[in-house]
């Protein structure tokens, strides 16, 4: 997914918020804007938006002196998260199909997303995940796809944002139990809200899943800046399950670089992503105006190798 004009104007707000977030000194918050937009005019509009955004955000942290701003906001996230998921676990395993219930839960979680909002209602989210449809809809596909695959399979999972960890830890749970062999992919320094390996332990996915870093500090997963580490299991998966916007914007158009199937598992919330993946997919724009509809897709036709 290409840079749009509309990204621009996002960069800047964003700027300002984690300016403000980083430093209670005015000036600060002006000169972060006045570098944030210096940097606009040389931004390679061919490169995708969390791309771009490194250096947006390298740019803050130079000024503000703060390189993980969101710290304190991650863990109480990780926290909030953790205090719900023992009953999540427990509406998992009573579900007529754990692994498709563990996947709308994730999904809703990917509504806590720094980057793309200033607010959002978690349990409000879940609640609309047990009952609303999918905008785009693939979960069939995906758990017959699972369901199919042999024992000790691999399974790379592309992690996102503190505490949506949390909830993904469901699906890896149900993953793991079903005898897959799983390796989640976290951020391998701060980014936004991102989560970094830290968090991942913290949240307890390292009981059920090999954890790893994708070698960047990007809010999403540009191969050609990713560790050799993250591209051995990425083009040794036997399924990647893709999670949340940036992912999604770094990966949108990677199919080839992978054999594995691709699932994308994330909450629109944004426009400019809602068209992207409408146009990808043959639908009409004003049907994902990126106000939340909830998606599972297969990426690059996923079939089972």
Known sequence: ??????????????????????????????????????????????????????AVYTAIAGITGCADPYHAIKKESNAQALALVPELTREVERSEVPLMTALRLAIAGNIIDYGAMRSFDVEAALARARTIPFALDDSRQLCELVFRLPKQSRVLYLADNCGEIVYDSLVIRCLAELGLEVTVAVKAGPIINDALTADALACGLDRIARVITNGTACPGTPLAMCSPEFLEAFKGADLVISKGQGNFETLSEAGSATDAPIFFLLTIKCP????????????????LPGRGEMVLFAGNHATVR
């Open 1 to 54: 997914m290409k840079t749009s004009v509309d990204c621009l104007t996002c960069f800047m707000d964003q700027a300002l918020r984690v300016a403000r977030i980083s430093s209670p000194d005015e000036a600060v918050h002006l000169a972060v804007v006045r570098e944030v937009a210096a940097l606009l005019p040389k931004m390679e509009m061919e490169l995708t938006p969390p791309e771009n955004s490194v």
């Open 272 to 287: 400019v992503i809602g068209a992207h993946l409408a146009d990808l997919v043959g639908r009409r724009r004003d049907e």
